[in-house]
């Protein structure tokens, strides 16, 4: 079974970066996508950015698109998510995801592993 910790969360101020980590614990398999949501206070989680463990793929929220660089290291057992530009509008709970397939990507009903979640706020 896959087990994910997320780190790296963190109070920034706007126009910041912060780069969040997801590591699997029990090593990568079954793991063939890596998935980025949050959910701000309020609201429902939503998708931020994807990538295929084996092809490099990537898939971004255009919220978040040519802010955030979503990554992934085989040997290290990590995802990452490299954010930029920060504003206070990404202040959420960050939680990496797993999923066995390549689709139905900004569904987090789709995904069946979860991180516990790491706390991002961006405020002055």
């Known amino acids: 079974q896959v087990h994910l910790v997320e780190s790296g969360g963190g109070l920034v101020q706007p126009g910041d970066s912060l780069r969040l980590s997801c590591v699997a614990g029990?090593?990568?398999?079954?793991?063939?996508?890596l998935g980025w949501f949050r959910q701000a206070p309020g609201k429902e989680r939503e998708f931020v950015a994807a990538i295929d463990w084996y092809t490099d793929a990537t898939k971004y929220a255009d919220s978040v698109k040519g802010r955030f660089i979503i990554s992934r290291d085989d040997d290290a057992r990590a995802g990452y998510l490299q954010m930029s530009s920060l504003k206070p509008e990404d202040t959420a709970i960050y939680s990496c995801a797993a999923k066995p397939f390549w689709r139905n990507l900004l569904d987090p009903n789709d995904y069946p592993y979860w991180g516990q979640g790491t706390q991002v706020t961006v405020s002055l």
């Open positions: 029990r090593g990568t398999s079954g793991i063939y996508v």
